[in-house]
């Protein structure tokens, strides 16, 4: 069988999973002193509000967004009531020209309209600005400062009935003057989850990437990308193969690691993705889940090193597929669990996935699989 090249094949996994990621386009607007900036800080990664305006797309937008991070915002610069038509006809060119492109990457994929509870107002010229942006993309009313409701909430819908829904948000810690007072962050991962029902599909991962707030829908979305690289899997291993060295299989799984990297929004250079493809490539002759998985799941089925046929092997590549991207994932929410949902360090998440791939090759961690190896088998017979 021909070799692979391990290098070329990662360089190859980490450039497809950047572009089949895209980037989430966010606007967002708001009256001057809403706290957007520090809402845009606490939900994504990268201190995007921090690195200044951004690019100029209209008199009164910005376009905020940074390398690395699949994200842009507009942000609109204060919705002041004395040149609000200016304001509402800047925005609503803005996004009939973006809704008409081809493209769906090119599209502004969802607004936030920020209103201070502490306000408890929702302006006429705040309504006209959600009646015309409902036209062309979701709304999400998105209540800032929150610390007490007072039928707030309920009020916003009944005057924002375009609104898919209406999210209260406290972006940071709120320390009072009485000692041991203070009001924690909430509501940034409601507003994500709101978000994430309301973009598209093919835009969900990109959002799930570029947020911080929830390891849970990074989470999620890794797990659809396990999915769909089993799937694949099952489809190479169809035509009867020796399992261990089916080196087709080699490539569709270090693409599952790429784009679980990528969704968890890590670091995804070769050296990086390298390293986690040697923690469990033993040889060339091995599939990336290595030779001791294969060895211990075969042996567990009577004749199934030398009868293996195409449903049962495109079965196994299935299994192994998707244990390798489970462990993957399950080492990366567990680094991130600890880092708060801060952007881990690349060795940290290397040591984990390390232990748990060493702990997979064990007969324990493999001994849930023999009875469905088993009855995939007789089922062939």
Not at 211 to 222: G, I, L
Not at 285 to 300: P, Q
Not at 318 to 340: K, M, N, P, Q, W
Not at 359 to 376: H, I
Request: net charge neutral; aromatic share 4%.
């Amino acid at each position: 069988m021909k070799s692979l090249d391990l290098t070329a094949a990662v360089k190859r996994a980490i450039d497809e999973a950047r572009r089949d990621l895209g980037k989430v386009n966010v606007l967002i607007a708001g009256r001057t002193g809403v706290g957007k900036s520090t809402l845009i800080n606490s939900v994504f990664h990268g201190r995007l509000a921090a690195t200044g305006q951004g690019e100029p797309v209209t008199q009164t937008t910005h376009l905020i967004s940074k390398d690395g991070i699949p994200l842009a915002i507009w942000d609109s610069r204060g919705l002041e009531m004395s040149d609000f038509d200016e304001t509402l006809g800047e925005l609503t060119n803005l996004v009939e020209k973006r809704a008409s492109e081809p493209n769906l990457q090119d599209h502004i994929h969802v607004a936030w309209l920020c209103l201070n509870e502490d306000g408890r107002r929702v302006e006429p010229a705040e309504q006209k600005l959600c009646r015309s942006l409902a036209q062309h993309l979701p709304v999400l009313g998105v209540i800032t400062k929150a610390r007490r409701d007072d039928g707030f909430r309920a009020e916003v819908h009944r005057l924002l009935p375009e609104v898919k829904n209406v999210v209260r948000v406290r972006a940071i810690a709120e320390q009072f003057d009485d000692p041991g007072v203070s009001l924690p962050p909430m509501g940034l991962d409601d507003l994500v989850a709101s978000t994430a029902e309301v973009v598209p599909e093919g835009i969900q991962g990109a959002l799930a990437a570029a947020q911080k707030v929830s390891v849970q829908q990074k989470e999620q979305q890794a797990h659809a990308v396990v999915a769909s690289a089993a799937t694949t899997a099952a489809a190479a291993a169809a035509v009867p193969i020796p399992f261990a060295d089916a080196l087709i299989l080699v490539p569709i799984q270090i693409s599952m690691l790429a784009g679980i990297s990528v969704v968890f929004g890590l670091d995804t250079s070769r050296a990086f993705l390298s390293v986690l493809v040697a923690t469990v490539t033993g040889t060339a002759s091995t599939t990336v889940v290595g030779r001791a998985i294969v060895a211990n799941l075969l042996k567990f089925i009577p004749g199934g090193g030398s009868i293996f046929g195409g449903a049962v092997s495109a079965a196994t590549a299935t299994t192994l597929t998707t244990v390798l991207g489970e462990i993957y994932i399950a080492s990366l929410v567990a680094v991130f669990t600890r880092t708060d949902g801060q952007l881990p360090d690349t060795d940290a998440v290397e040591r984990e996935f390390r232990e748990r791939v060493k702990t997979a090759t064990d007969d324990s961690f493999l001994a849930k699989f023999r009875s469905k190896a088993g009855k995939l088998l007789g089922r062939r017979r």
